[in-house]
């Protein structure tokens, strides 16, 4: 069964980081491209960012480029986001993607989510 | 960058049929995914590549894709559909590649 939980959010002052992470289980992990994707309170999904099976290729939206870093280690089967600078409009949750099973690019679709977990930007 | 229209709310009676439309340009060129996302959960994947269906979704849903516009179609709809509905793609074009979701629509039956 594949799993996705993420864990690092809470309250953020405005300026200050945060590093989310987000642990997977029941795939190979490796194989797949692996995604972040967020949630404003009352606001629909926005796609934040995602990253090649190596690590070799990463897009980001325009909005947390050069904020944010996505990475992921293999070897532990983990999804990591940096954010960094954060502003009151990145509070949100925050869901770990992955895509369907043999799916390994990045028009895939994202068929596994974690539960998410909520970023707040606030002083 | 690419964008997604969706109608923001799409009202429906039981046992009707309902049509969530999904606009870009030229969107029929590229493939197109569904989500459906109902209150304090995540995401469910409904409709991927256009028109095929996860295991475990009803067949009552179904996909197409052409010209300007995507659509899920629910037939049969059932209260337990309620929910929010988003449609996405991947948009890759150099100067903006990326994720791309559309504003989402709120099914309600009535």
């Known amino acids: 069964e594949v799993q996705l939980v993420e864990s690092g959010g809470g309250l953020v002052q405005p300026g200050g980081s945060l590093r989310l992470s987000c642990a997977a289980s029941?795939?190979?992990?490796?194989?797949?491209?692996m995604s972040w994707v967020r949630q404003a309170p009352g606001k629909g999904l926005e796609w934040v960012a995602n990253i090649k099976q190596d690590g070799s290729e990463k897009y980001y939206v325009d909005s947390v480029k050069g904020r944010f870093t996505i990475s992921r280690d293999n070897a532990k089967n983990s999804l990591y986001l940096q954010m960094n600078s954060l502003r009151a409009e990145d509070t949100a949750v925050y869901y770990c993607?992955?895509?369907?099973?043999?799916?390994?690019?990045?028009?895939?679709?994202?068929?596994?989510w974690g539960q998410g977990t909520l970023v707040t930007v606030s002083s | 960058s690419y964008v997604l229209t969706q109608p923001p709310s799409v009202s429906v009676a039981p046992g009707k049929t309902a049509r969530i439309t999904c606009g870009g340009n030229?969107?029929?060129?590229?493939?197109v995914h569904w989500y459906q996302q109902k209150p304090g959960q995540a995401p469910v994947l409904v409709i991927y590549?256009?028109?095929d269906r996860p295991s475990g979704i009803p067949e009552r849903f179904s996909g197409s894709n052409s010209g300007n516009t995507a659509t899920l179609t629910i037939s049969r709809v059932e209260a337990g559909d309620e929910a929010d509905y988003y449609c996405?793609?991947?948009?890759?074009?150099?100067?903006?590649?990326?994720?791309?979701f559309g504003g989402g629509t709120k099914l309600t039956v009535l």
């Open positions: 029941g795939f190979t992990f490796s194989s797949y491209w």
């Open positions: 996405q793609v991947w948009d890759s074009s150099s100067d903006h590649r990326g994720v791309v």
């Open positions: 993607a992955s895509p369907t099973t043999g799916c390994s690019s990045t028009s895939c679709p994202n068929r596994y």
């Open positions: 030229n969107i029929g060129s590229k493939s």
């Open positions: 590549y256009d028109s």
